[in-house]
């Protein structure tokens, strides 16, 4: 049995280092999404459909059977992923569900990426300072030290790209 990790947005998989540690197995596989701690392809869209048939990709290369974890945006592609392969998963958890009811209102950061210029602006604030000064902003998040530091060394303008696009 495998477990297949997939972080959202604006992380690595190195979010999912103390769940890794707290569950100590080797059967782990973390999955970084293209621009969000591995490459952004130039021809990349990095639409909610490119990162559904990306991490199809993924999943078809792993031994079945897979136990399918996704968070915040990795958990809309796990999501959209169950929806659209089923089969490609033994079972399956999103802390997002809520983002497929019609209703949804998104949270204000990413209302404002969503918002032309607003969106650009931001995405620039957040990507712009030192690894230590970006770090700093998530520790008193309750994100561990090494933990954010690995983040913030991730974040940048291919991260940021990534953010508008999505």
Do not use: C
Not at 17 to 26: E, W, Y
Not at 86 to 96: K, M
Not at 148 to 162: D, I, S
């Amino acid at each position: 049995m495998t477990i297949v990790l997939v972080h959202g947005n604006p992380e690595t998989d190195a979010i999912w280092g103390p769940l890794v540690d707290a569950l100590g197995r080797t059967d782990v596989v973390r999955l970084s999404p293209p621009g969000f701690g591995s490459p952004l392809p130039d021809d990349f869209p990095a639409t909610y459909i490119a990162y559904r048939d990306w991490l199809e990709g993924k999943l078809e290369s792993i031994d079945k059977p897979v136990d399918l974890v996704g968070h915040d945006w990795g958990g809309g592609h796990v999501v959209n992923v169950v929806m659209h392969r089923p089969e490609l998963v033994r079972s399956w958890a999103s802390d997002v569900v809520g983002l497929f009811d019609p209703d949804y209102i998104w949270h204000d950061l990413a209302q404002v990426w969503q918002t032309p210029d607003a969106g650009e602006q931001l995405v620039d604030t957040m990507m712009a300072g030192s690894v230590e000064d970006r770090a700093a902003q998530m520790v008193p998040l309750g994100i561990p030290s090494d933990t954010a530091t690995a983040l913030a060394a991730a974040q940048g303008p291919e991260m940021g790209r990534a953010i508008l696009m999505l």
